[in-house]
């Protein structure tokens, strides 16, 4: 089974979805950061050297694992040479 075929599977129970759509705004962010680091041709090592820190905190923040700081990541989209702004979307 593909990987889509089984996230639509999943998301056909209602509180898998609601669970889903909960985070959503989380999973976007974290393909974002992904999107600038590939778009820089950089490699996990490569940031965390820019940044003076560790690959292990490249990692943790790419997957979602930790609670970054604004300056952490204004660091981390400047390391991979992107400015980093909030725009603000009524709900």
């Not at 898998?16 to 974002?32: G, P, S, W």
């Not at 940044?51 to 490249?58: A, D, H, L, R």
């Not at 204004?74 to 980093?84: M, P, R, S, W």
Request: net charge positive; glycine share 4%; hydrophobic share 35%.
């Amino acid at each position: 089974m593909s990987l889509q075929k089984l996230k639509q599977r999943a998301l056909n129970n209602t509180e898998v979805k609601a669970e889903y759509e909960q985070l959503e705004a989380e999973f976007n962010f974290i393909d974002q950061l992904l999107s600038m680091r590939t778009k820089a041709g950089l490699t996990q090592e490569q940031v965390a050297q820019r940044m003076q820190t560790q690959k292990s905190n490249i990692s943790r923040l790419e997957k979602g694992n930790s609670n970054p700081s604004w300056s952490t990541l204004v660091k981390y989209a400047h390391a991979c040479g992107f400015e980093l702004s909030i725009k603000s979307h009524k709900i």
